[in-house]
C-alpha cells in the first residue's frame, strides 16, 4: 500500500527567505507524485507533479520539486517565499496504470506561514 | 467557465436527515472521484466512477451512495447523517491517460 508522510504540520517563513516543504512516500512500485496547493476556503490546485523523466521538475508560482528515489522524498522548494504563498500543501502519490483508478493518497499537510 | 463546480458551498443540517451535493464538471473529463477532508484537514478519497461505473469504493459506510447519471456529473448522496460527517468534501475529475485532477471548490457539511 502506498502512503506519503510531510514532515512538519506548520512551516513559518519571512518573506524572502527559502521555503523547504518536506514528503516521502511509501510504494511498492515507482508512484507518480504531485503537489497541490489549498488556499483558504479553496479546493486544491496543482502545483507540480513527477511521472516520469527528469526528477526536478517546476511547477507554477515558482516552486519546484526533485524526486529522489533513493531517498523516497520529493520535497518542495522556492528560492524567495512570497506573503501569498501563505496556503496550505499537500503532498500526493498515485500508482501508474489504468486499473489503478487514479486516486490519490494524500499526505497530512503542511501549513505554510509567511511573515513580512 | 467554471471547471469543477459543486453545489451547495455550504450545507446545514440535523443528524438523521438525508442529504446530496451535486457534481458537474465541463471538461470532457471521463473520471470523477469525491473525496473527503475532516477537521484536521486530512484528505482521503471515496469514490470514483470512469464512464459512470464505479471503479473505487474505498470502505465507506452505505449511508453513503454516490451516483453518475452521465460522464459530466457525480452526486453525492448522503442517509441518516451523523455528526462525524461534517467534514469538508470535494469532487474531482480527470481524463484517463492524464494524471492530473481537478478539483471543485469543496462542499463544507456541518451535521448538528
Known amino acids: 500500500a502506498q502512503s506519503v508522510t510531510q514532515l512538519g504540520s506548520h512551516v513559518s517563513v519571512s518573506e524572502g527567505a527559502l521555503v523547504l516543504l518536506r514528503c516521502n512516500y511509501s510504494?511498492?512500485?515507482?508512484?507518480?507524485l504531485f503537489w497541490y496547493v489549498q488556499y483558504p476556503n479553496q479546493g486544491l490546485q496543482l502545483l507540480l507533479k513527477y511521472t516520469t523523466g527528469a526528477t526536478l521538475v517546476k511547477g507554477i508560482n515558482g516552486f519546484e520539486a526533485e524526486f529522489k528515489k533513493s531517498e523516497t522524498s520529493f520535497h518542495l522548494t522556492k528560492p524567495s517565499a512570497h506573503m501569498s504563498d501563505a496556503a496550505e500543501y499537500f503532498c500526493a502519490v498515485t500508482l501508474p496504470g489504468y486499473n489503478q483508478g487514479g486516486k490519490l493518497i494524500f499526505g497530512q499537510g503542511t501549513e505554510l506561514s509567511v511573515k513580512p | 467557465d467554471t471547471a469543477v463546480s459543486q453545489t451547495p458551498k455550504y450545507l446545514v443540517t440535523q443528524m438523521g436527515n438525508d442529504k446530496s451535493i451535486k457534481c458537474e464538471q465541463n471538461?470532457?473529463?471521463?473520471?470523477m472521484y469525491w473525496y473527503k477532508q475532516d477537521s484536521k484537514k486530512f484528505l482521503k478519497i471515496m469514490f470514483s466512477?470512469?464512464?459512470?461505473?464505479?471503479?473505487i469504493n474505498e470502505t465507506v459506510p452505505n449511508r453513503f451512495s454516490p451516483k453518475s447519471p452521465d460522464k459530466a456529473h457525480l452526486n453525492l448522496h448522503i442517509n441518516s447523517l451523523e455528526l462525524g460527517d461534517s467534514a469538508v468534501y470535494f469532487c474531482?475529475?480527470?481524463?484517463?491517460?492524464?494524471?492530473?485532477?481537478?478539483f471543485g471548490p469543496g462542499t463544507r457539511l456541518t451535521v448538528l
Open positions: 466512477y470512469n464512464n459512470k461505473e464505479l471503479i
Open positions: 474531482a475529475s480527470r481524463r484517463t491517460g492524464v494524471d492530473e485532477q481537478f
Open positions: 471538461l470532457g473529463h471521463d473520471t
Open positions: 510504494s511498492s512500485v515507482p508512484p507518480y
